[in-house]
């Protein structure tokens, strides 16, 4: 089984909140003590950190589960519950972060860039924060909010200099294991390379040491952008190269001529991604052993032997003069990057029923948060729902008194500007 997986299915569940105390003071001497209910400890949130030192997915293949420790609930004597720790997953550079039904929520290409995977629920407040010349003895205190649950699509696009690409057994494989210390399986058939290999070039020829990344990209064949052979699932992993090199086969016994296999090539990048046509690109026959002496008179480029080594050093100091001319057309980098998804606000939507839902996280909160049993923490939910504007945007929606209104699985009798009538809820319905 191969150790290198580019794509997988990750789920995130953050940490609950802590539920909020309530308690009075009792104490000698000290007559009707106030509320002193602690609040509960917020739920760990789960980052998704982009790190050089990992390689590739192999991680979550056959372990997608990640979850976040919980907070701790509030006590009396005003003592906080304590917080969840937060929960860092590593992933590698070039992670694209995607939704199941696709959208991409997240693309991580800097060493360092953070991504709020899931956000671990709120502590609940104890009772002493409800303290009020309103409400002088509450009676009541919030519970936890549960954290984020989440399935996410991950995906990798390696980062590398330079990425290889020809059609199978043209000897990239052979390449990258003479030019760097990556040792891929090589054979004398098809599709040989199943998964990308990536190798370190390090170059010193006196000068300044210079390295530079090459991915082994499995062969391309006609019609690789449509899904033939295994061209559409790894052509992705040439988005990101900085260099392309083209790898043409010279060899008497290669399946086409090498202006057709370079037509087919750049046609197949095109289809998939137009802007690779205008990537900087580096084009060389390859198994120049092989070839007839006719064959290495009419190919227009340089010409390459990985097994006896001929023409390879001229073909990295081409190599080596392209990245660094890609490399100092690309902008320096301003630290890591830190992604926090939006606050979404409160929508209003109707299900099928002609009733009306009100969405958003902060709704929800108000109404999940809250003892909805107790009529003075229902008067504190209806306040909050009043604050969130809330009562307008129904009203903008058409809503009328007697209404359904759902939150957060809880239902509700709409009237304007009237105390809100809690009912049972069956999410069935």
């Known amino acids: 089984m191969s150790n290198f997986v580019d794509e997988c299915g990750l789920n995130l569940k953050a940490g609950d909140g802590g539920a909020g105390c309530v308690s009075f003071r009792r104490e000698a001497h000290v007559d009707r003590g106030g509320p002193d209910g602690g609040d509960g400890g917020n739920g760990g949130d789960i980052w998704l950190v982009a790190d050089r030192n990992v390689a590739s997915l192999l991680a979550f293949r056959d372990h997608p589960h990640r979850k976040a420790t919980s907070g701790s609930h509030g006590s009396g004597k005003k003592q906080h519950g304590s917080s969840g720790d937060e929960l860092i997953v590593r992933v590698p550079v070039g992670t694209v972060v995607r939704t199941q039904d696709g959208e991409i929520l997240a693309d991580l290409v800097h060493d360092g860039d953070r991504w709020l995977g899931a956000q671990g629920g709120q502590g609940g407040k104890g009772n002493a924060r409800f303290l009020s010349n309103k409400r002088r003895a509450p009676g009541f205190a919030e519970q936890g909010e549960y954290g984020e649950e989440r399935w996410l699509v991950l995906e990798l696009k390696l980062m590398a200099d330079v990425a290889l690409v020809g059609f199978p057994n043209v000897g990239k494989s052979t390449l990258i294991s003479r030019i760097s210390a990556a040792r891929p399986k090589i054979a004398d058939y098809p599709f040989t390379t199943l998964v990308p290999n990536l190798g370190v070039v390090r170059m010193d020829d006196g000068g300044e040491p210079f390295e530079m990344v090459v991915a082994d990209i499995p062969g391309l064949i006609e019609g690789a952008a449509e899904g033939r052979g295994l061209g559409l699932q790894f052509l992705r992993h040439i988005e990101r190269s900085r260099v392309l090199l ?74 080596r003069t392209a990245v660094e001319s890609a490399r100092s057309a690309e902008p320096e980098p ?40 107790n009529y003075e923490a229902l008067d504190v939910a209806r306040e909050r729902l009043a604050k969130l504007g809330v009562d307008r945007a129904l009203a903008r929606a058409g809503a009328s008194n007697g209404d359904t209104v759902h939150i957060a699985g809880m239902s509700f009798d709409y009237e304007s500007d009237v105390r809100l009538d809690v009912q049972p809820f069956d999410e069935a319905d």
């Open 246 to 319: 083209l790898m043409i086969d010279l060899a008497e016994m290669a399946s086409a001529t090498p202006q057709e296999q370079q037509r087919i090539l750049l046609d197949e990048l095109g289809q998939y991604r137009p802007d690779l046509l205008d990537r900087p690109r580096v084009m060389v026959g390859s198994r120049a052993d092989l070839a007839s002496p006719a064959t290495l008179e009419a190919f227009d480029g340089a010409a390459a032997s990985a097994v006896t080594g001929a023409g390879i050093d001229r073909l990295l100091g081409q190599l």
């Open 334 to 373: 301003e630290g890591f990057v830190t992604l926090r998804p939006a606050s979404e606000g409160v929508r209003i939507g109707r299900r099928d029923d002609g009733s009306f839902e009100v969405l958003g996280r902060e709704a929800a909160r108000a109404v999940g948060l809250s003892d909805l049993t």
